[in-house]
Structure formats: structure tokens, C-alpha cells
């Protein structure tokens, strides 16, 4: 059984970078079958992708045009975890964040962490 | 992007009774392995999407056998046979054939 546990600050203030952390246990960072994922949801964008990490022979990233050039998803092989960070943030930034797993046999984001709500305040 | 459109936003259903849910996507989803890059997922109140349906009609681990999804292309629809109490919350359906991934806007069902 997969589990995500997420971390980190519930409140950041503009123009500081958000930083969150998802542990994972049940399966590897680096499974070339697994794709690992983050995800807001806000009253005003909805469910929204921010990107994912992958290992295929070597990594990947792909990144949502709405937020390129401000983010970072980062896997840590040694501690099997996966990071976010999102630089510049302003109060639009300010929803609830989660991570997922995409299995490359479901093509569906099967394990969620538990959501972590963000606000961006000064 | 992909965009994904939901039909209804809103839907007030009796238990026992059926409901339909509907996802347009602006291109096909079909690849020609012939497998739709669809899924669908349920949001309750307070807690994480969770996985119902994927490529386009099969059930995840655990899923109940009233819910059913179908559809090719750019059509699919969400089957709920019989509702129950239970089945509240928001229904979302995604793409799942390019980055970025994108969601329909959600479909909140509720009982009457």
C-alpha cells in the first residue's frame, strides 16, 4: 500500500518561496512505472497540475505553463521523498496543495497525500 | 492544453436512483493502442480526490460495481446505477494523454 504524507509551512508570506515536501512510503522516487506529482485546488482555478518528476533511464520534469519559471519539483533518492517549491508567491498562490502518484499502468493519479492548505500573507 | 468541459455543475439526486455525469474534451483522448487517457475521480468533503475510473472505463482497486465509465474520443460519461448517501461530494474528470494534465470543473452531486 502507497502512502504520501506531506510537509511544511501552512503560511507564507508574498513574495517568499513555498516549500513543501511529500514522503513516500510503498513504493520508490525512482520507479521507472511512477510518475510524481503536485496539484493545487483554490476556489477561483480549481483542480490545477503544477507538474511532476519521473525517472525513465535518467529524470524528467514537465512543468504547467501557469507557474514555469517559478517552480522547482525535485526528487530526493536518499530520503524516497519528493519536493515543491514555488518561488515569487503572491496571494493568487494561495490554495490547497497536494501530491499524487500517476501509475504508468493506470494512467490515473491513484494516491494523494493529505492535502496541505497554504496561505500567502503578509 | 487540453480543456475539459463538465456537464452538469450541479446535481440533486434521490438514493436509489441513477446519475449521469458527462466530460467533453477539446481533442481526442483515444490513442491508437485504443485506450482513452480519461479518468474519472470523487472529492468528499474534506479529504483528497480519490481515483473511481480509469482509461476511460475501469474501475480502480475497491471502486463499487454502481459506478461504470464509458465514452471514446472526446465523449465519455460517468454511470452511478444507484446512488447512495455515500456518493456525495464533487466528481471530477482529467485527461490523462499529455502534460499538462487538466480537470473538468467539477460536478457536485448531492442528495435530494
Known amino acids: 500500500q502507497v502512502h504520501l504524507q506531506q510537509s511544511g509551512p501552512g503560511l507564507v508570506k508574498p513574495s517568499q518561496t513555498l516549500s513543501l515536501t511529500c514522503a513516500i512510503s510503498g513504493d520508490s522516487v525512482s520507479s521507472d512505472s511512477a510518475a510524481w506529482n503536485w496539484l493545487r485546488q483554490s476556489p477561483s482555478r480549481g483542480l490545477e497540475w503544477l507538474g511532476r518528476t519521473y525517472f525513465r533511464s535518467k529524470w524528467y520534469n514537465d512543468y504547467a505553463v501557469s507557474v514555469k519559471g517559478r517552480i522547482i519539483i525535485d526528487p530526493d533518492i536518499s530520503k524516497n521523498q519528493f519536493s515543491l517549491q514555488l518561488t515569487s508567491v503572491t496571494p493568487d498562490d494561495t490554495a490547497v496543495y497536494y501530491c499524487?502518484?500517476?501509475?504508468?499502468?493506470?494512467?490515473?493519479?491513484?494516491?494523494w497525500g493529505q492535502g496541505t492548505l497554504v496561505t500567502v500573507s503578509s | 492544453d487540453i480543456v475539459m468541459t463538465q456537464s452538469p455543475l450541479s446535481l440533486p439526486v434521490t438514493p436509489g436512483e441513477p446519475a449521469s455525469i458527462s466530460c467533453r474534451s477539446s481533442q481526442s483522448l483515444r490513442q491508437s493502442t485504443g485506450y482513452n487517457y480519461l479518468a474519472w475521480y470523487l472529492q468528499k468533503p474534506g479529504q483528497s480526490p480519490k481515483l473511481l475510473i480509469y482509461?476511460?472505463?475501469n474501475r480502480a482497486s475497491g471502486v463499487p460495481d454502481r459506478f461504470s465509465g464509458s465514452g471514446s474520443g472526446t465523449d465519455f460519461t460517468l454511470k452511478i446505477s444507484r446512488v447512495e448517501a455515500e456518493d456525495v461530494g464533487i466528481y471530477y474528470c482529467m485527461q490523462a494523454l499529455q502534460a499538462p494534465r487538466t480537470f473538468g470543473q467539477g460536478t457536485k452531486l448531492e442528495i435530494k
Open positions: 482509461l476511460g472505463s
Open positions: 499524487s502518484r500517476e501509475w504508468k499502468a493506470v494512467s490515473g493519479l491513484d494516491y
